[in-house]
């Protein structure tokens, strides 16, 4: 009984310290996403003024909304990590078994959910691509403006062309689609059709404060030396994604690694008050 009562002991002060910086951590999301939806102003006057440099009359970006989501995000994450984090800290300082058996209980499903969605994104990659580029292709189809347009798809659409050398989802023809480009450029009496946006060439500086590119007609004949017309957007975020993976590995391990020794030290703590409470009833 004594190697366990050590080996218990150890478990108290680890979750009790763990589980306290976990309440906290929870606490602070709340309190976060509380200002966000009581006091969103704080947020909004400040925001609102940036948004207005690039947003039409015209454009149905509601503000209030998006911060009254994120909001939301933030109090419902920072809940659940203020429980969890509470029902071990509780179960450790105050050696209650519920608190401790709820606790692991818990811990183990967001482990297994994790597991899970880490299987499933590698194993069903193909059909994950297939969906999101479909998704993104929609959005270039239904809300793409052009190089000028101002509403929040667009800005951001052509940051993407911008920032990450690249156009379109696959390649620029997925641009064609967009219902909403206006293609024709008219100069002196003269008509023509853009292949792609001006986004799409190559560029020196960032946007939106990019410079204008050294060939004027590489959005009507974009080629290799003068547009980004076949590096497709979509490939390029993958890039960047990859480009983390080690940091997200060994993040994701020690995640898991700290979360089993969690759940194994409730279990030899639960077991250990549950021996305690028996050599009581026998005395």
Same mark, same amino acid.
């Given at each position: 009984?004594?190697?366990?009562?050590?080996?218990?002991?150890?478990?108290?002060? /680890?979750?009790?310290?763990?589980?306290?910086?976990?309440?906290?951590?929870?606490?602070?999301?709340?309190?976060?996403?509380?200002?966000?939806?009581?006091?969103?102003?704080?947020?909004?006057?400040?925001?609102?003024?940036?948004?207005?440099?690039?947003?039409?009359?015209?454009?149905?970006?509601?503000?209030?909304?998006?911060?009254?989501?994120?909001?939301?995000?933030?109090?419902?994450?920072?809940?659940?990590?203020?429980?969890?984090?509470?029902?071990?800290?509780?179960?450790?300082? /105050?050696?209650?078994?519920?608190?401790?058996?709820?606790?692991?209980?818990?811990?183990?499903?967001?482990?297994?959910?994790?597991?899970?969605?880490?299987?499933?994104?590698?194993?069903?990659?193909?059909?994950?691509?297939?969906?999101?580029?479909?998704?993104?292709?929609?959005?270039?189809?239904?809300?793409?403006?052009?190089?000028?347009?101002?509403?929040?798809?667009?800005?951001?659409?052509?940051?993407?062309?911008?920032?990450?050398?690249?156009?379109?989802?696959?390649?620029?023809?997925?641009?064609?689609?967009?219902?909403? /480009?206006?293609?024709?450029?008219?100069?002196?009496?003269?008509?023509?059709?853009?292949?792609?946006?001006?986004?799409?060439?190559?560029?020196?500086?960032?946007?939106?404060?990019?410079?204008?590119?050294?060939?004027?007609?590489?959005?009507?004949?974009?080629?290799?030396?003068?547009?980004?017309?076949?590096?497709?957007?979509?490939?390029?975020?993958?890039?960047?994604?990859?480009?983390?993976?080690?940091?997200?590995?060994?993040?994701?391990?020690?995640?898991?690694?700290?979360?089993?020794?969690?759940?194994?030290?409730?279990?030899?703590?639960?077991?250990?008050?549950?021996?305690?409470?028996?050599?009581?009833?026998?005395?």
């Amino acid at each position: 009984m004594e190697e366990l009562g050590t080996v218990a002991y150890c478990g108290r002060i /680890w979750l009790a310290v763990f589980n306290t910086v976990f309440t906290i951590l929870g606490s602070a999301c709340f309190v976060l996403g509380s200002v966000l939806r009581f006091r969103s102003d704080i947020f909004t006057s400040y925001l609102s003024g940036l948004i207005s440099n690039v947003q039409t009359e015209e454009s149905v970006f509601n503000l209030s909304d998006f911060i009254e989501g994120i909001a939301f995000t933030f109090i419902v994450i920072g809940l659940f990590i203020f429980i969890v984090g509470g029902l071990g800290c509780l179960g450790a300082c /105050w050696k209650l078994r519920t608190c401790l058996l709820v606790y692991a209980v818990v811990v183990v499903i967001v482990l297994v959910a994790q597991v899970v969605g880490v299987t499933l994104m590698c194993t069903l990659k193909s059909q994950f691509d297939i969906s999101l580029k479909t998704m993104l292709k929609r959005t270039l189809s239904s809300s793409y403006t052009g190089d000028i347009g101002t509403d929040p798809v667009t800005l951001g659409w052509n940051y993407l062309f911008v920032q990450l050398s690249c156009c379109g989802v696959d390649n620029y023809t997925d641009i064609y689609t967009a219902t909403h /480009w206006n293609r024709t450029v008219s100069e002196g009496g003269l008509t023509v059709y853009l292949k792609t946006p001006f986004t799409c060439c190559k560029l020196e500086g960032e946007y939106p404060d990019m410079d204008w590119p050294l060939d004027p007609f590489c959005a009507l004949s974009p080629n290799a030396s003068n547009s980004n017309y076949n590096h497709g957007c979509y490939s390029a975020l993958e890039g960047v994604v990859l480009g983390y993976t080690t940091t997200m590995v060994v993040a994701g391990i020690i995640l898991a690694a700290v979360e089993i020794v969690s759940v194994v030290l409730a279990v030899l703590l639960f077991r250990d008050l549950h021996c305690e409470e028996e050599e009581v009833f026998k005395e």
